[in-house]
């Protein structure tokens, strides 16, 4: 964790944590599963719904990313999937 730029760190810290989180200690977002949704949930009391099992049509390509900061020393680059962008047009939903 030494090693990430504090850009990132913020970016993982609002993931993991509830919104303006004065406690980090008592503000850790736990998942719960109530029979129907996941709940996002703290000992201080914030919660929330989960919005991990909604669907969406993705209209893009992703391309693999993992910041510099983790990388290995020479490690070959990521590949781009920019070139496959078109096939976004004719996806079909794959959702059951």
């Known amino acids: 964790l030494k090693t990430l730029p504090n850009s ?5 810290n609002q993931f993991v944590y509830a919104p303006n989180a004065p406690h980090y200690d008592t503000e850790l977002l ?10 996002l949930k703290t000992r201080a009391g914030y919660q929330r719904s989960s919005k991990v099992t909604e669907t969406e049509d993705l209209s893009y390509v992703s391309s693999p990313m993992l910041p510099e900061s983790l990388r290995s020393a020479g490690a070959r680059a990521m590949s781009s999937n920019a070139h496959r962008a078109h096939e976004a047009a004719t996806g079909a939903s794959i959702v059951r």
């Open 30 to 39: 736990e998942c719960h599963f109530d029979g129907e949704t996941f709940v």
């Open 8 to 12: 990132l760190f913020e970016h993982v």
